[in-house]
């Protein structure tokens, strides 16, 4: 089945210490996004790129970086995790058609704690 | 800016009963509304949207919404609810790229 791919699940880091987060799709997307969601609250954007284009958001603090590669993977990357980093982080996708009709897919999320 | 609002924190139901998911939306042009239902510890799975055509949409797991222009509604309903469906509801809104999600709506489905 297409779908969405997100490693690790869980991520336990330090404060400070870099961590990389992965997402995959095969649903051969070009517009993949990425959200930070606090404890049940509402998922909130960071970025995200259409093909290659990276989008970022005007509050997306500098320390959240992003990398895709290629179609199928984007990384989240955190540079210096703070404890208000601790949150669920998604990956979703959207179709070709850049049409606002498109769904976004979101994958299993990976839960991010910062000590 | 485009926005949703889900007035309810929390609904609790019997299971068997009908229940609603009230959903609130201020667009400007033709909205372009979606649910999501996301379980404890889960990425959000796609429910149903509304794009433009009939009023009452349909979706997965029984589930449907209807739009009202009038009222700007937008509210998800099922007519017989199960103990399974007890989760976290978004209702939100396209807005070029981006979706807004509303504050969410945690349901309690009891036996």
């Known amino acids: 089945d297409a779908m969405v791919i997100q490693n690790p699940r869980y991520q336990v880091t330090q404060f400070g210490k870099p961590v990389t987060l992965s997402c995959s799709q095969t649903l051969n997307h070009n517009v993949m996004y990425w959200y930070q969601q606090k404890s049940s609250q509402a998922p909130k954007l960071l970025f995200h790129y259409y093909d290659k284009d990276f989008n970022n958001e005007a509050d997306t603090p500098d320390n959240f970086q992003s990398r895709r590669p290629n179609t199928s993977f984007c990384f989240l990357d955190i540079r210096s995790p703070g404890l208000g980093d601790t949150a669920m982080y998604l990956c979703a996708t959207s179709g070709a058609t850049g049409s606002l009709a498109d769904t976004q897919y979101f994958g299993p999320g990976t839960r991010l704690t910062v000590l | 800016a485009q926005s949703v609002a889900q007035p309810e924190d929390q609904v609790n139901v019997a299971e068997g009963n009908p229940l609603t998911v009230k959903c609130t939306y201020s667009v400007s042009g033709n909205p372009y509304l979606f649910w999501y239902v996301q379980y404890p510890n889960r990425g959000l799975q796609f429910l149903l949207k509304?794009?433009?055509?009939?009023?009452l949409v349909k979706g997965s797991y029984g589930f449907e919404a209807e739009f009202n222009k009038s009222q700007t509604s937008f509210h998800l309903k099922k007519p017989s609810a199960l103990v399974s469906d007890s989760a976290l509801y978004f209702c939100?809104?396209?807005?070029?790229?981006?979706?807004?999600f509303g504050a969410g709506t945690t349901v309690t489905v009891r036996a």
């Open positions: 939100a809104v396209r807005e070029t790229y981006k979706l807004s």
């Open positions: 509304y794009i433009t055509g009939d009023n």
